[in-house]
């Protein structure tokens, strides 16, 4: 199982970014869909995650992220406004399938400046 993740990049602070991530390989049914963040302070905080249509979000991001799933491409994508500086982290996407197995993207690098 391969997880891509694209669309990292430094954008200025209140700006958009949309980051994707395509999952390949042998995959069983994806029950959850998922970003993470990993910064110098917090080494893998959740950021948001679908499951069948159900969204979650940290409270940090709520109101300025949106998650979506595009489940015939085994896609995940997140899209990022307003971002604030401390959002600037490496994010991670993340899969769980079926019989519980989890699956990580290589990470995407999201810089925002002030």
């Known amino acids: 199982v391969q997880l891509q993740a694209s669309g990292g990049g430094l954008v200025q602070a209140g700006g958009s970014l949309r980051l994707s991530c395509a999952a390949s390989?042998?995959?069983?049914?994806?029950?959850?869909m998922g970003w993470y963040r990993r910064t110098p302070e917090n080494p893998r905080d959740l950021v948001a995650s679908?499951?069948?249509?159900?969204?979650n979000y940290a409270d940090s991001v709520k109101d300025r992220f949106t998650i979506s799933r595009d489940s015939y491409k085994n896609t995940v994508y997140l899209q990022m406004n307003s971002l604030k500086p401390e959002d600037t982290a490496i994010y991670y996407c993340?899969?769980?399938?079926?019989?519980?197995?989890?699956?990580w993207g290589q990470g995407t690098l999201v810089t925002v400046s002030s």
């Open positions: 390989g042998s995959i069983s049914s994806i029950i959850t």
């Open positions: 993340n899969i769980i399938n079926r019989i519980g197995s989890a699956y």
């Open positions: 679908i499951t069948s249509g159900n969204t």
